[in-house]
């Protein structure tokens, strides 16, 4: 395990989140690479009265992956992953991300509901429930979990499914992080046709009423095979951002 502290070359690099607007310092940050690491993390955290939060992809908007003066048990480099493709399940680490999971189950044509961005982890997403472009034909991504490794709070190294501490099992469809810190992951996979369509469609910020209206009604009437979303965001100077529509946009996006 490497534990790095304010005075180590790489604290900043690694304390640092997907949301910029969060700069929070916490005493050290414990890099695990094994649940038997974890647990001796979260020892320390217990012996020195530390709050504790666990870090994968760091996506959390609110900045839960982190903290101020405490302990972030980084599991990062569990990325471990293993496809079963006749059974149609895959083994993930608790250190991946969606873009790493989903190089390795697209080799055989299998899928699950992921994360929209590819540097979401699959960690954080799934024990949140996990909202992705599958969903209406797979569910959540914590609907496909078959079972999931953590450790507790005491440093027990436990399983979680439908048959081993299954209230435990259905806490992590959706409750958070706050049942211990989850080290793997396993899944459900879905055959994932031979072409998938997807688009981005960009409309004037002031055309967003009519917009919401019109996508309201698309997203009742589509089969579950089509997946949407729409948001209203500030496009960037990008390359495929008309010059003229920089700036805010009403957003549409569709995945067949």
């Given at each position: 395990m490497e534990w790095i502290r304010p005075d180590n070359p790489d604290y900043d690099e690694t304390r640092k989140l997907f949301n910029a607007m969060i700069d929070?310092?916490?005493?050290?940050?414990a890099r695990c690479s094994s649940p038997g690491e974890v647990a001796e993390a979260l020892k320390h955290a217990r012996n020195h009265n530390l709050e504790v939060a666990v870090r994968s992809g760091g996506h959390s908007v609110a900045g839960m992956s982190t903290n101020d003066g405490g302990l972030v048990i980084d599991v990062r480099p569990m990325k471990s992953i293993s496809v079963d493709p006749e059974a149609k399940t895959v083994t993930a680490g608790g250190g991946l991300t969606w873009g790493e999971f989903d190089r390795a189950t697209q080799q055989h044509g299998l899928a699950v509901t992921g994360g929209r961005a590819s540097t979401t982890g699959v960690s954080g997403f799934t024990l949140g429930g996990g909202s992705g472009w599958l969903e209406r034909a797979y569910g959540f991504a914590c609907?496909?979990?078959?079972?999931?490794?953590?450790v507790t709070a005491s440093g027990d190294l436990v399983t979680a499914s439908e048959h081993e501490n299954p209230e435990l099992f259905w806490a992590l469809h959706g409750g958070g992080g706050n049942f211990g810190v989850a080290t793997s992951f396993t899944f459900q996979l879905h055959d994932l046709g031979p072409s998938v369509t997807a688009g981005l469609m960009l409309f004037p910020g002031e055309a967003a009423t009519e917009v919401t209206r019109a996508y309201r009604q698309v997203a009742l009437d589509a089969p579950d095979q089509v997946g949407t979303a729409?948001?209203?965001?500030?496009?960037?100077?990008?390359?495929?951002?008309?010059?003229?529509m920089v700036g805010?946009?009403?957003v549409g996006m569709a995945y067949l």
């Amino acid at each position: 395990m490497e534990w790095i502290r304010p005075d180590n070359p790489d604290y900043d690099e690694t304390r640092k989140l997907f949301n910029a607007m969060i700069d929070r310092r916490p005493a050290v940050i414990a890099r695990c690479s094994s649940p038997g690491e974890v647990a001796e993390a979260l020892k320390h955290a217990r012996n020195h009265n530390l709050e504790v939060a666990v870090r994968s992809g760091g996506h959390s908007v609110a900045g839960m992956s982190t903290n101020d003066g405490g302990l972030v048990i980084d599991v990062r480099p569990m990325k471990s992953i293993s496809v079963d493709p006749e059974a149609k399940t895959v083994t993930a680490g608790g250190g991946l991300t969606w873009g790493e999971f989903d190089r390795a189950t697209q080799q055989h044509g299998l899928a699950v509901t992921g994360g929209r961005a590819s540097t979401t982890g699959v960690s954080g997403f799934t024990l949140g429930g996990g909202s992705g472009w599958l969903e209406r034909a797979y569910g959540f991504a914590c609907d496909n979990l078959i079972s999931v490794d953590l450790v507790t709070a005491s440093g027990d190294l436990v399983t979680a499914s439908e048959h081993e501490n299954p209230e435990l099992f259905w806490a992590l469809h959706g409750g958070g992080g706050n049942f211990g810190v989850a080290t793997s992951f396993t899944f459900q996979l879905h055959d994932l046709g031979p072409s998938v369509t997807a688009g981005l469609m960009l409309f004037p910020g002031e055309a967003a009423t009519e917009v919401t209206r019109a996508y309201r009604q698309v997203a009742l009437d589509a089969p579950d095979q089509v997946g949407t979303a729409l948001v209203y965001l500030t496009a960037p100077p990008e390359e495929f951002v008309p010059e003229d529509m920089v700036g805010k946009l009403a957003v549409g996006m569709a995945y067949l």
